[in-house]
């Protein structure tokens, strides 16, 4: 057992990167996470074999990142949803280009400029490809300090062993809250070798070449249809959620990150009340946990899913339970948390 | 026999695929030469932008990486700081660097990356067909620009070197021609000192090669040249803007 530490998410998330061997990071200042620029910095420029760079823009963030990431160290950038949005078009290259890093998106109330509180209205921009093109990220989805930590390590390995982009799919709520973490020491995976396609220098070998374009159509379709085999194959092995109270419950709440954390004080209440809630929460949002909603709703046929969007994950919701049960939908945006009283009493009018 | 002219070991077997009577050609052989002139093709990373030259990494014979439009000298960035020992160039024309790319231009700059930036200034968007480049001269048609560009409207064009010469970062900054042979063998030694730069660990580095686009300036190869040297060269000049000392 390791040492528990009080830590703010956003500097937890660090602190797990480069445990995790990360020793690049390129970002630039955006609340709410910002903490987490500040802590690279802070840690990363008194590192041997690491850099820390301020960009100028997101947009040179993740090309900083793209760079980086071929000549294949671990590399990472971070920001929240209107810095995302700047950075798509990068992201996009580095899926092209099937090259690995990890990309952190502390959520904020959106369109636009938005408020700086929390949201979770990036979802279709996270799970959907986000740029231009057929491409996915994986998507992971923490709903603790401590799983930030969990999942940071995790995103690291993930994107190595797939060689695609991985984002952390946070929101401000949990990026500033602090909790107490612990950093496990992680068993070692084998991750297939970098050198194949690395830019290194050429010594000794062919001369390696990284260009995430092909002007013949049928070349660049296979190029499509290469990097969607990998998607297939995550649906097949990565998929992780979390359930609670399956059995036996009378309605089925899907939610993630910061909104499945109240749920879970919700359910304690309803129970006081003799109601039962399950619920399911998604731990990775691509690939999305669809066959465990479907045969929870072969069971049960009440399902609510609450979001801090005014519907995104709701529509995967609905393609997985394919018509079977209706689903419902509550949500609050703009940086508005909703609360346990108002999720309660929005389930109790489908209890009726 | 002696053998007194041959490939450079930099670039590759492949024909360019360039248009007749563009500079890339010479631009790409110079570049080579200034690596294989150093040894250090083997532990060379460089950048090909958006544009015509995107299709450089098929021509030099070193690691290549394409960037997306605007973005080498960010690429070139990531890739110095995780490999610090390599030599990092990048390959950019002036839509690209000029254009949509010119905070990473500026910023790389400032921050003294030790990269090197060959910049191609042909005065025009080449790839997409002929448009108005950052570059363009005044009263130059374009597609872009069919009355000729008009200042009032769309500015004058920029002089990167001039510009990016202020920024206390930059240890090395030339423009240069390759529209004759002298000025081929002076933009060969400017690209050389701009390696050297790097090589030497001297910071950020930068040549403006002044280039011609016959095919979208509407002129024969010949007339192009005449036309750089005519109309370019008194708006550009030619020279060195900042050298560090010892490599001048």
């Known amino acids: 057992m390791g040492e528990k530490i009080l830590m703010k998410g956003n500097e937890a998330i660090g602190e797990a990167a480069i445990r995790a061997g990360c020793r690049f990071y390129f970002g630039y200042p955006i609340t709410p996470q910002s903490e987490l620029t500040a802590y690279m910095a802070k840690k990363l420029l008194k590192m041997e074999d690491a850099a820390f760079v301020q960009a100028e823009s997101e947009i040179a963030a993740i090309n900083m990142v793209y760079g980086a990431a071929a000549t294949g160290v671990r590399t990472m950038t971070s920001s929240s949803s209107p810095g995302i949005s700047l950075k798509q078009e990068g992201i996009s290259y580095i899926a092209c280009a099937e090259l690995p890093c990890v990309i952190v998106n502390m959520q904020r109330g959106g369109p636009g400029l938005g408020s700086i509180q929390p949201g979770q209205a990036d979802y279709f921009q996270a799970t959907k490809g986000g740029g231009h093109g057929d491409y996915h990220l994986i998507v992971l989805a923490p709903s603790s300090v401590q799983e930030l930590v969990d999942l940071t390590m995790n995103a690291f390995d993930l994107a190595d062993k797939y060689t695609n982009p991985v984002m952390i799919l946070g929101d401000g709520l949990i990026g500033q809250m602090m909790e107490a973490v612990e950093f496990k020491e992680r068993k070692k995976i084998s991750l297939p070798d970098k050198e194949r396609w690395a830019l290194t220098g050429c010594k000794g070998r062919e001369k390696n070449y990284i260009v995430p374009f092909n002007l013949d159509p049928y070349e660049m379709e296979k190029t499509n249809f290469k990097i969607q085999k990998k998607y297939n194959e995550l649906k097949e092995k990565e998929v992780r959620y979390e359930t609670i109270n399956l059995d036996n419950a009378d309605l089925i709440v899907v939610a993630y990150g910061t909104v499945a954390r109240i749920i879970k004080t919700v359910i304690d209440n309803a129970k006081k009340e003799g109601i039962n809630i399950g619920l399911i929460r998604p731990i990775t949002l691509f690939p999305f946990p669809d066959k465990i909603i479907a045969e929870t709703s072969e069971k049960i046929n009440k399902f609510l899913v609450v979001e801090m969007s005014l519907g995104q994950m709701v529509e995967d919701v609905k393609l997985a339970v394919n018509g079977r049960v209706e689903v419902n939908f509550y949500g609050r945006v703009g940086g508005v948390i909703p609360t346990q009283s108002e999720i309660l009493n929005e389930i109790k009018k489908y209890l009726k | ?248």
Request: glycine share 8%; net charge positive; with cysteine.
């Open chain 2, 1 to 248: 026999m002696k053998k007194v002219f041959e490939r450079p070991k930099s670039l590759t077997k492949d024909p360019f695929t360039y248009c007749p009577g563009c500079h890339h050609g010479i631009a790409h052989r110079l570049v080579a030469e200034a690596l294989d002139d150093f040894g250090v093709r083997e532990k060379t990373i460089g950048v090909c932008p958006v544009g015509c030259s995107v299709f450089a990494y098929v021509f030099f014979d070193c690691d290549m990486i394409c960037a997306a439009h605007g973005r080498a000298p960010a690429v070139a960035t990531g890739i110095k700081k995780s490999k610090p020992d390599s030599i990092v160039f990048t390959y950019q024309g002036d839509g690209d660097l000029a254009s949509i790319g010119t905070a990473e231009i500026v910023h790389a700059a400032n921050r003294g990356e030790n990269i090197t930036v060959i910049f191609i200034n042909n005065a025009i968007y080449g790839m997409t067909g002929g448009q108005m480049a950052p570059t363009t001269l005044v009263g130059q048609v374009t597609q872009t620009s069919p009355y000729g560009r008009d200042p009032k409207t769309m500015g004058y064009p920029i002089k990167v070197a001039e510009m990016l010469s202020t920024l206390k970062g930059v240890a090395y900054i030339s423009r240069v021609a390759l529209s004759k042979p002298a000025y081929i063998l002076k933009a060969k030694k400017a690209i050389k000192k701009a390696f050297q730069t790097q090589v030497e660990g001297k910071g950020f580095s930068l040549v403006e090669v002044l280039s011609t686009c016959p095919t979208n300036w509407g002129l024969s190869p010949i007339e192009a040249n005449k036309w750089l040297e005519e109309n370019m060269i008194p708006y550009f000049p030619l020279g060195e803007f900042k050298t560090p000392e010892e490599v001048s």
